[in-house]
């Protein structure tokens, strides 16, 4: 399970059906009082509490159009933890700058990716293992624009054979619905992709939603609102852990 912080304006805010206007700052059972926001409070949290040790970061900021919340990004780096962050990478210098930031996977997002050719710059300018490319639906629908085109698969396809070594997939739509993730289209890919990591958020509301996930093969779930208001505790991801590692429990 990876635990999501949603950026904006230095604040951690609570994602729902991809209406970023209407986001509004997280308050969580994780945090005393509820942290309002507080981003580095929340990935504390999600460190000491849920024992997890890699985030993803989107910058909501930056996917609007704006500037990058580096200095940011660099404080969630210098926790213990790693960092998986979209901030509407498109060249091999903005991709360059996040890795200085200390971020490990850098995401190139479907939403704000021009062409394949600029993917396949980035992932040769880091290392296709440090690029991780997210496809980004809305009702199952790719948010691409010309010249990207296709069905969700072929999308995934052509990412990775750009040199995006991770998928994610991400339909907005779902984000914060507790609906769950569209089950046929991550089980196709990986049947698909079987070598590539494969990641899945939006929707994501309980244990059993998690359970699924991991018997279709995926490597990793994103998961925010089911954190924060407790439908997903510390004692579910412990047990998932110990599903996945028998050993760990010896």
Do not use: K, N
């Not at 710059?121 to 948010?143: E, K």
């Not at 569209?182 to 992709?193: I, M, S, T, Y």
């Amino acid at each position: 399970m990876i635990p999501v912080l949603d950026l904006r304006a230095g604040r951690a805010v609570l994602a729902r059906g991809g209406r970023r206007d209407a986001y509004a700052p997280v308050h969580s059972r994780l945090v005393a009082g509820g942290a309002g926001g507080d981003p580095l409070a929340l990935a504390r949290a999600y460190h000491d509490i849920l024992d997890c040790d890699e985030w993803y970061v989107a910058d909501l900021d930056a996917l609007a159009g704006g500037a990058v919340q580096h200095a940011l990004l660099r404080a969630l780096a210098g926790l213990e933890g790693r960092l998986l962050a979209d901030a509407a990478v498109t060249t091999p210098e903005r991709a360059r700058e996040l890795v200085a930031d200390g971020v490990a996977h850098v995401v190139v997002g479907l939403e704000t990716l021009p062409s394949f050719d600029a993917l396949a710059l980035v992932a040769r300018a880091i290392g296709p293992g440090r690029v991780a490319f997210s496809l980004d639906l809305r009702d199952g629908a790719p948010l691409a624009e010309a010249p990207i085109s296709g069905r969700p698969l072929e999308v995934a396809r052509a990412a990775v054979a750009s040199g995006a070594g991770a998928v994610i997939v991400l339909d907005l739509a779902r984000v914060g619905s507790g609906r769950g993730v569209d089950l046929a289209l991550v089980e196709a890919l990986r049947r698909d992709l079987p070598h590539v990591e494969l990641f899945a958020g939006g929707g994501i509301g309980t244990v059993r939603d998690l359970q699924r996930l991991a018997d279709a093969g995926l490597d990793g779930a994103l998961v925010a609102t089911a954190l924060h208001d407790g439908r997903i505790t510390r004692d579910d991801v412990a047990a998932m852990r110990r599903a996945d590692h028998p050993s760990d429990s010896r």
